[in-house]
Nanobody, 118 residues
Framework: QVQLVESGGALVRPGNSLTLSCAVSGMLPADIYFMGWYRQAPGKEREMVAT????????NYATSVKDRFTISRDNAKTPMYLQMNRLRPEDTGVYFCRLNGPGQLDYWGQGTQVTVSS
């Protein structure tokens, strides 16, 4: 069974950069549709930040982060990263990684806190 663990969250000042990592314990499923990063700000619903299809590496970004954030994939142990540049206070929230596949294959991590404040 797959477990996802996010890391890299921190308190940073506006304009700074941060890189988040998503590590995997257990066997990575053979058939994956996509992985992605989602975030949830206090009092708001969880929203999609960026996704990447597994076979072709196609990316998709929320309008608010396009041109500032970059999602990437790597190896089976730490398959996904999120490079965040020119951070803004509104980027503050808990960031979750997700793995989605066919049928009922849908895993979420516990989240990592990102706080952007002066």
């Amino acid at each position: 069974q797959v477990q996802l663990v996010e890391s890299g969250g921190a308190l940073v000042r506006p304009g700074n950069s941060l890189t988040l990592s998503c590590a995997v314990s257990g066997m990575l499923p053979a058939d994956i549709y996509f992985m992605g990063w989602y975030r949830q700000a206090p009092g708001k619903e969880r929203e999609m930040v960026a996704t990447i299809s597994w076979i072709y590496g196609r990316t998709n970004y929320a309008t608010s982060v396009k041109d500032r954030f970059t999602i990437s994939r790597d190896n089976a142990k730490t398959p996904m990263y999120l490079q965040m540049n020119r951070l803004r206070p509104e980027d503050t929230g808990v960031y979750f990684c997700r793995l989605n596949g066919p049928g009922q294959l849908d895993y979420w991590g516990q989240g990592t806190q990102v706080t952007v404040s002066s």
